[in-house]
């Protein structure tokens, strides 16, 4: 992407990744060697013999040195390319997300399906989407950054735990992807939105809080809950409904006006901040072990995997069924136009298929395999982007 790519330039700069060139060595040419003296034939043998001794007790070393180079050849061959690192320090499954739910709630706001296809619109987009991803970079670069002991635990295969990612070039990369995404809020006169600002302000503002001593809201459970849920929730669509309404179709109004009188914004923000609270919860459930043994108290240690796991899963298949019944209803019981009806009925029908899922993926886990609950956290996150590739259609 874009905005990974701005990264991968100054990050050259830096140094850390590039290989070192290798030196050969040639032998030196004949003409070059020194002659040997004539030697009498007992001088041969005993220089024979002493030679022959000699290879014998090195055979060990000889033997063991082209192995030890050929290691070190396949680890330095083996070595991840910094667009791989980076790609996944920003943890894929989050800046997905991301970039899916701006041009949903571009299209969300759009007064016309076709309004949303504009030259204006699709720059507006796309400006947004830039800092948007750099700032979600920024966060989970930074979770990273202050947690390498616990993902030593618990997500071993992460950059900076597995060895791939030094922590300078770590601090480096999640410093220039924040002082980017901020710039980039007010650098431009007219996609430069208040939205926009909030939006990336917000965010970045509870991701340090979230965590970085001495807050570290992580560390308490209802804190780092209300983090997630906020962001997710409120920030997120508030925030990026309110930028689209104002760079795309010029439209007037705050995002505490969108929050409080649009039906539609009101809605995507208390449907996300509901996923965002199974989300948030639900992630730490196979973190267990590690959080338990660095003193992170979250609802999984406290309460147990099993508690947080079922009550988590419920919560979102009710979230689903109760959404998709309201749709189904609406499709079939209201008066619109027939695209409306039908994009209501594909939403309703969605959601009630994702929450059969949720039941069907969920039964089979056992929540004290971290393995399984993994795996199970993952499916949400496929249903989280369901979500919103169904939205422009909740109208």
């Not at 601090?171 to 909030?198: C, D, E, R, W, Y």
Request: aromatic share 10%.
């Amino acid at each position: 992407m874009l905005a990974l790519w701005i990264l991968v330039v100054p990050m050259a700069l830096v140094g850390g990744f590039q290989p070192s060139p290798a030196t050969s060595v040639h032998p030196p040419a004949l003409w070059m060697r020194p002659s040997l003296p004539v030697m009498s034939t007992p001088e041969l043998k005993l220089m024979n013999t002493s030679s022959s001794r000699h290879r014998h007790s090195s055979s060990l070393g000889a033997s063991t040195t082209p192995t030890a180079i050929s290691t070190s050849s396949k680890e330095n061959t083996s070595k991840p390319s910094f667009p791989v690192v980076l790609w996944r320090f920003t943890r894929p499954h989050t800046i997905i997300g991301s970039a899916l739910a701006i041009p949903a709630l571009h299209m969300l706001a759009a007064p016309t399906y076709a309004a949303a296809f504009t030259t204006r619109s699709l720059c507006s987009m796309l400006y947004a989407m830039v800092p948007a991803l750099l700032m979600n970079l920024y966060i989970t670069g930074l979770n990273q950054v202050t947690d390498v002991e616990i993902d030593k635990i618990n997500k071993p295969d992460l950059p900076i735990a597995a060895g791939d990612l030094s922590m300078k070039n770590g601090i480096i990369t999640i410093l220039v992807a924040v002082i980017l995404s901020l710039s980039m809020g007010f650098a431009h006169p007219v996609f430069g939105t208040q939205g926009l600002n909030v939006a990336l302000w917000v965010s970045g503002i509870l991701g340090t809080l979230y965590s970085l001593e001495p807050f570290r809201l992580k560390r308490f459970p209802f804190l780092a809950a209300f983090c997630i849920v906020s962001v997710r929730g409120a920030v997120i669509n508030a925030g990026f409904f309110a930028h689209a309404r104002a760079a795309a179709f010029g439209a007037s109004g705050s995002v505490m006006e969108c929050l409080t009188s649009d039906p539609r914004c009101i809605l995507s923000s208390l449907y996300f901040a509901v996923f965002g609270i199974v989300i948030a919860l639900m992630k730490d459930v196979p973190d267990v072990k590690g959080d338990a043994i660095s003193n992170v108290r979250t609802f999984s240690v406290r309460l147990g995997q099993k508690r947080v796991f079922g009550g988590m899963h419920r919560l979102l298949t009710a979230l689903f069924v109760g959404v998709g019944a309201s749709f189904l209803r609406s499709a079939f019981l209201t008066s619109s136009s027939l695209v409306i009806q039908v994009g209501r009925g594909v939403v309703g029908l969605s959601a009630v298929l994702a929450g059969l899922s949720v039941q069907k993926e969920a039964k089979p886990v056992d929540p004290d395999d971290s393995k399984q609950v993994y795996n199970f956290y993952m499916h949400l996150w496929k249903l989280f982007y369901l979500s919103y590739l169904v939205l422009p259609l909740a109208r």
